[in-house]
């Protein structure tokens, strides 16, 4: 991996001056990696040979099958919890199609299944069959939230933390909701002069991951980065001042299915998902 390091000159911004952001990029370089650009992502090739607990989903539903194959936990050989977590979602398929149909059109339809590398509601569902036996009524009362918000708890789990790494979760966060989701639970706002390090010419998304805050330049930059990254075509757009003491509010635009939406998750309470001509 080809590493770099930004040094920026103390600037003054508003009459303020700005703490020089060199130590801040440096450690952040140092914990979770500095790269010169991120490549798009591209789905995870099926992992092959034969998983004896996914046979029956071979012929009964292929393309499920496929998309089990591509999970990051099947990536790397087949655990016995993870094995016993496939046949706990196979039961679930045999036990009620019909209700797992439905609700695999949702998880794999999150996303952009030639972009992202593996559906992340998918592997949700997979956490759930890994830490226990589903609850009761998961299928009637489906949908990719109800998913995340049994399935994302935001730390260790079965002695790993999945949320630790920055690409690994930048991943994860594969389609406009489920970024939302992260962002409006795991980052916070802060004011411009709160934000170590300022730099009002780039956000910064890994500091925004390691700190956990940004104002609303870097919280739309950490989202752009994400929307990106799974195939989104994604910008950064400066909108009016929300506030008496501010020049201006940064959120970030989307396209999808050829629409044109914003994600303004730059507030001190998210605002979400609207269609671009809804803003206000």
Request: aromatic share 12%; charged share 25%; net charge neutral.
């Amino acid at each position: 991996m080809t590493t770099t390091i930004r040094i920026l000159m103390m600037r003054t911004y508003e009459g303020r001056t700005a703490i020089s952001a060199v130590a801040i990029l440096i450690s952040i370089c140092l914990i979770g990696g500095c790269v010169t650009a991120n490549a798009p992502n591209k789905p995870n090739k099926p992992v092959s040979g034969p998983v004896s607990q996914m046979t029956p989903l071979e012929k009964a539903h292929p393309l499920l099958a496929m998309e089990l194959r591509k999970l990051p936990e099947l990536q790397d050989g087949l655990t016995s919890g993870e094995g016993i977590a496939l046949d706990r979602i196979t039961a679930l398929y045999f036990r009620e199609k019909a209700g797992f149909d439905r609700a695999f059109q949702q998880m794999y339809k999150e996303g952009l299944p030639e972009r992202r590398k593996y559906s992340a509601p998918l592997q949700a569902l997979f956490w759930m069959a890994e830490e226990g036996p589903f609850p009761e009524n998961l299928l009637g009362q489906f949908s990719v939230i109800y998913l995340l918000e049994h399935a994302w708890t935001f730390g260790p789990r079965l002695g790993r933390d999945p949320w630790k790494d920055y690409d690994t979760v930048m991943d994860r966060l594969s389609s406009p909701r489920l970024v939302h989701h992260y962002v409006s639970r795991q980052i916070n706002y802060r004011n411009w002069w709160m934000v170590p390090g300022y730099d009002k010419d780039f956000g910064h998304p890994r500091q925004v991951f390691f700190y956990k805050n940004g104002d609303c330049l870097y919280i739309s930059a950490f989202v752009v980065e994400a929307l990106e990254r799974n195939g989104y075509e994604a910008m950064s757009e400066e909108k009016p001042p929300l506030g008496a003491r501010d020049r201006w509010h940064m959120v970030a635009v989307f396209y999808e299915n050829g629409k044109k939406y914003i994600i303004d998750d730059g507030k001190p309470y998210p605002r979400g998902i609207m269609d671009y001509q809804d803003y206000y």
